[in-house]
T-cell receptor, first 113, second 112 residues
Framework: KAGVTQTPRYLIKTRGQQVTLSCSPI?????VSWYQQTPGQGLQFLFE???????NKGNFPGRFSGRQFSNSRSEMNVSTLELGDSALYLC????????????FGQGTRLTVV | QKEVEQDPGPLSVPEGAIVSLNCTYS??????FMWYRQYSRKGPELLMY????GNKEDGRFTAQVDKSSKYISLFIRDSQPSDSATYLC????????????FGKGTKLTVNP
């Protein structure tokens, strides 16, 4: 069974630009969550989607947004990039209602210069 | 006070040692507890998943949850150099959301 796939793996962007990251969850998983990981703050929750609906949102500015498609694939977008947005962005998929935990992709490492 | 506290280490042990990793938490609503292993430049890998209090064993790994003390542990027996990684605890309450709250992670090095 294929795991969680995130693309691209690496990105370098300039301040002020926008970026879109993609996540394909494990087949059959309809719950997708996004996290930002930085050395100083650790893993911080961005948002969660289930069946194309945002179910939960973390404490991030409105520049961070996301969506989920009918096939459960998810994208997150960051507009007007700032240097502080440089981080590893991780996507996790879960089988809703099953006691199996969340499975992470390899992440997208975003560098803002 | 942060919801989940985890000693960042670093922790350095000789090969074959028993490793004890711990987290404390403040939210009594947490019911599901997880341990992840993260190698450098990789995504977190789910190691152990437990519900409520008790112990769970999987090979060389044992997870313990003490809800009365709001304390969880991961024990690694016969540690190997390949266990060198950052270990993250994570937890969430019961309910529909899959949102996890993470500790900051403990960096472990097992020396051959």
């Amino acid at each position: 069974k294929a795991g969680v796939t995130q693309t691209p793996r690496y990105l370098i962007k300039t301040r002020g630009q926008q970026v879109t990251l993609s996540c394909s969850p494990i087949s059959g998983h309809r719950s997708v969550s996004w996290y930002q990981q930085t050395p100083g703050q650790g893993l911080q929750f961005l948002f969660e989607y289930f069946s194309e609906t945002q179910r939960n949102k973390g404490n991030f500015p409105g520049r961070f947004s996301g969506r989920q498609f009918s096939n459960s694939r998810s994208e997150m977008n960051v507009s007007t990039l700032e240097l502080g947005d440089s981080a590893l962005y991780l996507c996790a998929s879960s089988l809703q209602g099953a006691a199996t935990g969340a499975f992470f992709g390899q992440g997208t490492r975003l560098t803002v210069v | 006070q942060k919801e989940v506290e985890q000693d960042p280490g670093p922790l350095s042990v000789p090969e074959g040692a028993i490793v004890s990793l711990n987290c404390t938490y403040s939210n009594s609503a947490f019911q599901y507890f997880m341990w992840y292993r993260q190698y450098s430049r990789k995504g977190p890998e789910l190691l152990m998943y437990t519900y409520s209090s008790g112990n769970k064993e999987d090979g060389r790994f044992t997870a313990q949850v003490d809800k009365s003390s709001k304390y969880i542990s991961l024990f690694i027996r016969d540690s190997q150099p390949s266990d060198s990684a950052t270990y993250l605890c994570a937890m969430r309450p019961q309910g529909g959301s899959e949102k996890l709250v993470f500790g900051k992670g403990t960096k472990l090095t097992v020396n051959p």
